[in-house]
């Protein structure tokens, strides 16, 4: 299959360019030619105006997805993400704005991904920001949270993105994916502390005082995702546990010099 993979440079194109790759597809370098197109280039935050969201990961998602129905692709993937399912910030409604968008689009098969916060050797943002925290033994006020998160391995999010391509049953669906179980966030901070060799210093704090402090609010809200049809109804299954994504994760960080 050939396909055209918007945002190739960044954490996840990186990791899904080179396993296209490895499975025998050819990587295009724009939508001409291509039998599917992965939209990734999206803002990836929610501290841009709502306006340059709006721009980018609206109008900008379904124009790539106009350009590739009038090159003849057969098949657009979006990446959107699992915020998109309560629309609670600005990001999250910019998301939902474009899956809407896409879903009115005739002549070329959708399939719509929502990942939660994806992790994996070239993490950045909130992820990193923790296991530098982790492996430096900052005390973090985590230990009383109770909130779940869904995950996902970047090379399991990999994974679903080309089942989806080559998968005709996927046309047309809406599709939760992650590791599998939902993880606590004292879970997540003591398995990374395991796997980075240094444990995870973690004290209980008001969660009331924790709004004050943005990453760490972020880090303890609850999000977890139902990924049951993307398992059932086209067969996929994770190749990563999550046991092992954390370890591969943590190798990356410590090799890159922590």
């Given at each position: 299959?050939?396909?055209?993979?918007?945002?190739?440079?960044?954490?996840?194109?990186?990791?899904?360019?080179?396993?296209?790759?490895a499975r025998g597809?050819?990587?295009?370098?724009?939508?001409?030619?291509?039998?599917?197109?992965?939209?990734?280039?999206?803002?990836?935050?929610?501290?841009?105006?709502?306006?340059?969201?709006?721009?980018?990961?609206?109008?900008?998602?379904?124009?790539?997805?106009?350009?590739?129905?009038?090159?003849?692709?057969?098949?657009?993937?979006?990446?959107?993400?699992?915020?998109?399912?309560?629309?609670?910030?600005?990001?999250?409604?910019?998301?939902l704005a474009a899956?809407?968008?896409?879903?009115?689009?005739?002549?070329?098969?959708?399939?719509?991904?929502?990942?939660?916060?994806?992790?994996?050797?070239?993490?950045?943002?909130?992820?990193?920001?923790?296991?530098?925290?982790?492996?430096?033994?900052?005390?973090?006020?985590?230990?009383?949270?109770?909130?779940?998160?869904?995950?996902?391995?970047?090379?399991?999010?990999?994974?679903?993105?080309?089942?989806?391509?080559?998968?005709?049953?996927?046309?047309?669906?809406?599709?939760?994916?992650?590791?599998?179980?939902?993880?606590?966030?004292?879970?997540?901070?003591?398995?990374?502390?395991?796997?980075?060799?240094?444990?995870?210093?973690?004290?209980?704090?008001?969660?009331?005082?924790?709004?004050?402090?943005?990453?760490?609010?972020?880090?303890?809200?609850?999000?977890?995702?139902?990924?049951?049809?993307?398992?059932?109804?086209?067969?996929?299954?994770?190749?990563?546990?999550?046991?092992?994504?954390?370890?591969?994760?943590?190798?990356?960080?410590?090799?890159?010099?922590?």
């Amino acid at each position: 299959m050939r396909v055209f993979v918007t945002g190739a440079g960044g954490f996840i194109g990186r990791h899904l360019c080179t396993e296209l790759a490895a499975r025998g597809h050819a990587v295009l370098a724009s939508s001409s030619g291509a039998d599917a197109v992965v939209h990734l280039a999206n803002i990836a935050h929610s501290r841009a105006a709502e306006s340059e969201l709006r721009r980018v990961n609206v109008d900008g998602t379904l124009e790539r997805a106009r350009e590739a129905a009038a090159a003849g692709a057969r098949r657009f993937v979006y990446l959107s993400s699992a915020l998109a399912a309560g629309a609670a910030d600005r990001y999250g409604r910019s998301k939902l704005a474009a899956e809407q968008g896409l879903a009115q689009l005739r002549g070329i098969e959708v399939v719509i991904l929502r990942p939660p916060l994806v992790y994996g050797p070239g993490v950045k943002a909130n992820f990193l920001a923790l296991m530098r925290a982790i492996s430096r033994g900052v005390p973090l006020p985590l230990a009383s949270i109770d909130s779940r998160r869904s995950l996902v391995y970047v090379g399991n999010l990999v994974d679903a993105v080309i089942r989806c391509l080559e998968v005709p049953q996927a046309a047309g669906k809406n599709l939760g994916v992650s590791d599998g179980a939902s993880v606590s966030m004292p879970e997540l901070c003591r398995r990374l502390g395991e796997a980075l060799g240094r444990p995870a210093r973690l004290f209980p704090f008001p969660a009331a005082l924790l709004a004050r402090l943005p990453l760490l609010r972020r880090l303890a809200q609850s999000l977890e995702v139902d990924d049951s049809i993307l398992r059932e109804a086209l067969g996929w299954r994770a190749p990563f546990t999550f046991e092992e994504g954390i370890r591969r994760t943590a190798l990356w960080y410590r090799s890159a010099g922590g």
